[in-house]
């Protein structure tokens, strides 16, 4: 969750020629893993600031910070994170703000002396992570949030490949109860329906390219000839934004969304 370990233990003046890299200093790996798992221990215990890790998968998150600390200390350089502005601005925008700043803080510090860290060095990583604190709690306007939002894909900003994997999970169990059109999906393998979705969608709306299924006439020929036409298409259509709203998708993503799917009637009308 919070970037600030970077600047406290690599932004400082640099350690003479002769001494090892912190992350040898302190004990490697092992050391690196225990302070991590300590450090969470605390936060998550923590009701000042625990809800901000609501809903995070804390094996992921754990593992990117032990990355992202062994970077830091000079080991292996194997993180790849984002900018403490960045990564922090989501949770600006939930109202983390600088008593909850102290608290992590306070967290870092009890996690040191637990693990043994001399006074000396706790006090200078303080220093070096209140330099931080500005972009940290920084945000951005809305104007900022605007501009960056032009150089995403919708993809990127309806949430991804876990909004994509949801969104399909919602849309087919709606499509299923949907009297008007569950019956084009009769003998369908819908575990393998969902997977080519996924993929299908994730390339529509400008993700990753590993959809390789037909195109949409020739994927929806058969059904064509069982009847399918426009009030099957408003059908899916009418599901496919039912879907997005429970799923909480600004209505302006929806409205892009449906512009997306509107463009493909034609073709998998066989017009």
Known sequence: MFGVLKKM???????????????????????????VDVFYRKV??????????????MDKQRAKQKAFLTFAFGGPANYSGKDMRLGHAHLVERGLNA????????????TLKELGVPDDLIAEAAAIAES????????????????????????ERIGGEAAVDAA????????????????FFE????????????????FAFGGPANYSGKDMRAAHAHLVARGLDDSHFDAVMENLGATLKELGVPDDLIAEAAAIAESTRNDVLGR
């Open 187 to 202: 003998g369908v393998d819908m575990d393998k329906q969902r997977a080519k979705q996924k993929a299908f969608l994730s």
């Open 44 to 57: 998550l215990a923590d009701e000042r600031i625990n809800r901000f890790f609501e809903g995070v998968d």
């Open 99 to 110: 008593s909850h700043f102290d608290a992590v803080m306070e967290n870092l510090g009890a």
């Open 132 to 155: 931080v604190r500005g972009d940290v709690l920084a945000g951005y306007t809305e104007e900022e949030k605007a501009a960056m939002s032009k150089d995403k894909s919708l993809y």
């Open 9 to 35: 233990f690599g932004g400082g003046e640099p350690a003479p020629a002769a001494k090892a890299p912190l992350y040898e200093r302190i004990g490697g790996e092992p050391a690196v893993d225990a302070a």
């Open 168 to 183: 399909v999970d919602v849309f087919y169990r709606k499509v299923l109860a949907d009297e008007r059109i569950n019956r």
